[in-house]
């Protein structure tokens, strides 16, 4: 059974930075794509970034491009979000999902694997 474990969020000021980290098991993760999401309160779910953990592709949603980073450690099945210039705005719970075809997608629905979420708070 795939599983998908966050961490790495937490409190912190405007301009700061965190790296989020997703741990995959169960599952052989070489041809999926692995997306980030986020929810603030009261909002629906928006994409983030994804990476293609075969050839490291990567897709973002343009208010996070040139600030976050997407990145994959192929050995520890992990995927990283590092999060830079961090705004009040970006204050949310993130996810990481799993898709199994590999593509690029920005579509929550057409995921397969969803963590538990880890929470951001930017302070301003």
Known sequence: QV???????????????LRLSCAASGGTFSTY???WFRQAPGKEREFVA????????????????????????????TVYLQLNSLKPEDTAVYYCAAERSGALLSTARYYDYWGQGTQVTVSS
Do not use: C, H, P
């Open 33 to 35: 794509a692995m997306g």
């Open 50 to 77: 994804v990476i293609s953990w075969s050839d490291g592709k990567t897709y973002y949603t343009n208010s996070v491009k040139g600030r976050f980073t997407i990145s994959r450690d192929n050995a520890k099945n």
């Open 3 to 17: 599983q998908l474990v966050e961490s790495g969020g937490g409190l912190v000021q405007a301009g700061d930075s």
